[in-house]
């Protein structure tokens, strides 16, 4: 991928995940059909820039009062223990299996966007309940691990789980912002020590990323962006399928 390339790809992408919430998974399929990383490579890249570009959205939603820190914090320690375990098992994967489980995931994002979840309140997420902290412990813990083996930041799945238990889409959100950050550093330290990160390619993505963030940010307060979020979607759905068929073909000539 030549540098240009790479600035628009990473600011597109930025631009995606400020405006609609979504989209820097698909930064990983980019790496690997543009940039020709493998799916390793790919995967370690961009959970290693998700640490940065999840710290400036973090701060965005803490800055307005977005997080409920008692539902988050749970999460955030379950992320951050198993985020590693996910990275550290993704090294000892064949590529093909990797990307099945990614096409998967990029499938059911945007499937999420079409069909979106719906919560209710149970019992035992009432605050104060020692159920609550528990359940959002596990949520985290089998989030991160996913999140490690596939290089996806978390909130994928975080997000549509809390918003099942009956939280409120944007306090999910926010939640998800947030437990991105442990979970990028933690499955990070695994990827470095399996030599799974292209830091040169990395830092460009950062630093065109967190630009796009900003500008998404910016129009999604000014417009209604469910045109976006639909585009998406279908970004992740012609992704996951070519992907899919990768994969299952890989698979099934080894």
Not at 23 to 35: N, S, T, W
Not at 81 to 105: D, E, H, Q, R
Not at 106 to 127: D, K, N, S, T, Y
Request: charged share 5%; net charge positive.
């Amino acid at each position: 991928m030549s540098l240009e390339m790479m600035i628009v790809v990473g600011f597109i992408v930025g631009f995606l995940v400020g405006g609609t919430g979504i989209g820097g998974i698909i930064l990983i399929p980019a790496l690997v059909y543009l940039a020709g990383l493998s799916s390793h490579v790919a995967m370690g890249t961009t959970l290693f820039t998700f640490i940065f570009t999840t710290i400036l959205s973090s701060y965005l939603y803490i800055r307005l009062g977005h997080v409920d820190w008692k539902a988050t914090i749970p999460i955030c320690v379950g992320g951050l223990l198993f985020s590693y375990v996910g990275a550290a098992v993704k090294a000892g994967m064949a590529a093909p299996y990797l990307n099945l489980v990614l096409a998967l995931l990029i499938l059911l994002a945007g499937g999420l966007v079409f069909c979106p979840v719906r919560g209710r309140q149970f019992a035992f997420m009432a605050e104060g309940r020692s159920s609550r902290f528990w359940t959002l412990l596990v949520v985290g813990s089998g989030v991160g691990f996913i999140a490690g083996l596939t290089g996806a930041g978390g909130p994928v799945l975080s997000v549509p789980i809390m918003i099942v238990l009956g939280f409120p889409p944007l306090v999910s959100i926010a939640a998800g912002q947030v437990y991105s950050v442990p979970v990028a550093i933690s499955g990070t330290i695994a990827n470095i020590q399996n030599s799974a990160i292209d830091f040169h390619v990395g830092l460009w993505l950062i630093v065109v990323q967190m630009a796009g963030i900003l500008a998404g940010v910016y129009v999604a307060n000014r417009m209604d962006t469910s045109r976006l979020r639909k585009l998406v979607a279908w970004v992740c759905v012609f992704c996951g399928a070519f992907i899919l068929y990768n994969a299952l073909r890989d698979i099934i000539a080894m």
